[in-house]
């Protein structure tokens, strides 16, 4: 768990002392939760969530006492980016059977209500202040997601292992690298 709090904090920042939670509950029920102390599905309200917010907050356990959305570590993003206004709740996702290198580890901004409309300026600004460096960025709407940084040429050149042309070469190079222990194809 160590571990994965470290990653958190070297691929989305640290925890930002000025951005809070508030009434922000939208990790409460997004998420999948998955660890010996506490299980959760997706898509579902924690049992413990109620009006108020968490029922158990000053005994809760460890996942929900460590965790904290992109929201909370991003100072690029906009504090209108918070995900009960925003609809996008934004974190780091670890795939224990990716399908290729850009699955393992990476962001993923999932909507928070899946038939609601997505204001897309807000879905622009929050995608262009996570696309900025060699971490994967995906878009998901709960159903399906979709590859959002790198792009698709570059991602496609990152994974076949065909050689960039010029305009390219120094991103996919950087891209490969980066994720070269994981192979060049899935």
């Known amino acids: 768990m160590q571990a994965e709090e470290n990653l958190e904090a070297i691929l989305l920042g640290a925890v ?3 951005r809070a939670c508030g009434d922000c509950t939208a990790c409460c029920t997004v998420l999948t939760v998955d660890t010996p102390e506490f299980r959760k599905p997706g898509g ?10 968490c029922s158990i907050h000053a005994s809760r356990p460890h996942i929900c006492r460590t965790w904290f959305c992109g929201w909370r570590r991003t100072a690029a993003m906009p504090d209108q980016a918070r995900p009960d206004r925003s609809g996008l709740l934004v974190s780091l996702n670890f795939e224990r059977a990716p399908r290729n290198c850009f699955e393992g580890v990476s962001i993923i901004v999932r909507t928070t209500d899946p038939g609601a409309a997505i204001d897309k300026s807000m879905a622009a600004a ?9 971490v994967s960025v995906w878009f998901s709407d709960g159903a399906k997601k979709m590859l959002m940084h790198p792009s698709d040429d570059v991602a496609t050149l990152v994974l076949s292992g065909d050689t960039a042309p010029v305009h390219l070469q120094a991103e996919v190079a950087a ?6 222990v994981f192979g060049a194809t899935a």
Do not use: H, K
């Open 175 to 180: 891209w490969r690298e980066q994720y070269g």
């Open 44 to 53: 579902t309200p924690c049992d413990y969530l109620v009006a108020q917010g």
């Open 16 to 18: 930002l002392a000025d």
């Open 126 to 134: 929050v995608l262009d202040s996570l696309c900025d460096r060699l």
